[in-house]
């Protein structure tokens, strides 16, 4: 017999003091008496007959017979079905597997919410029977059970996570910023070997002179150098979005819009490039390099923004995530002909296009190894604020007169590019060089200016 036990109430008791009275009991005593089912029992502590019932009371003996009887006699019977232990099997193998679907696609949070609505609905369906149906079920066995199952499967995930998490930083974390690391981390895509074509703006860095600088020091103190400064110079990459590739020796290879979007990512390139040129400079001044005052550290860059083939690329067991393709050639090809133009920061036109409001002066058309038609090449001078300068708007009119020159292999062409020199030595050092080297150049001009009027005329 299950019993149903109620609330203990004082009106079921009669004292045996009260019956036994000298002068008899009294008549509503005596009424509460007629026709009942009298039990006969003690209620002192000191005999130990107290019970604790189901409901936390402490009740004489006495009293759960009395409940039983009656439970017997009203025919209100608690029972427990023989199906009971199959159906909390089941019910535990559904919750189950609903925890580990609920647990894999969603985060820990929301699955902690669902479980704890999961055991919810399990103790009320459990109570409902109860109070309803008279029918016993144990609702502990099915919320133990989903809470180790939720354990164990929400620590597996955080493990595959916290792993996958590992990859990444191990696959990326050398080479990208903070907050781009942080956006691949949250994304879903594994690492795999392949790659997709993308639009990418890529880098070229190279040091010059390097063969003379190298020839000059020990290994060891060829090693110290490059660290230094491909340390400062590849931090700006970082800090502008972009994903350092590789170091090739004394180059850097780095591009803008990969593993994850970029916006303005030429921009951000040339950003990068322009600080690199400041950081260098201050190198140069603070001797950091301890080459002396007289010995100054030149770097080229070369920038390009085109169609690459970007992921992983290597051996099953090892690889690397790096580009391919024309863009990554051009953007090399720019960065060998720093030293041919003259100046430091070089960019093609398709990159150009898209920075807009800094200081850029066309550098010609150039034929590129590997590419039938010449390319659009133009100077980086500086940023905005260069731009706006009144000595940088005067050095345009005189670039401009002096491209016209050279298109019409005028005699005035020696005499502008004195003044352009002149002009160029009030906006940025190293445009001296520049306008040095334009008349060996001339055909370049001409061929960019036949490329500019084939350009407007379409």
Known sequence: LWLYVSPDRAERYISARQVLAAGGASPEVAAAIDGSIVFVGTSAAGLQDIRVTALGENVPGVSLHAQAVEQILSGHFLSRPDWADGLEILTIAVLGCLLVVVTTFVSPAVALICGLLITAMALVASWSSFLYAGLLFDPLAPIVSGSI?????????????DRERR??????????????LHRIEHTHDPLRLGGDDRELTVMFVDVRNFTEISERLAPTDVVAFLNTLLDALSRHVVANEGTLDK???DSIMAFWNA??????HETKAVRAALAMRETLAELNAGDAFGFGPGQQVGIGIGIHTGLACVGNMGAKTRFNYSAVGDAVNVAARLESCCKEVGFDILISDSTARSVRGMALLEAGAIPLKGKSSRTQILAVVGDERVAASAEFSALVVTHQQLMQALLAHSKNTRKLIGAAKLGAAGVIDGLAEFYQRVSGRSDHFREANDRFEKSAAD
């Open 149 to 161: 199952i939720h354990f164990a499967a929400t620590s597996f995930k955080i493990l595959v996570v």
């Open 167 to 180: 990859a990444v930083r191990r696959a990326f974390g050398h080479y990208l910023s903070p907050s781009l």
């Open 247 to 249: 170091f090739i020796g």
């Open 259 to 264: 593993p994850v979007d970029v916006a303005d």
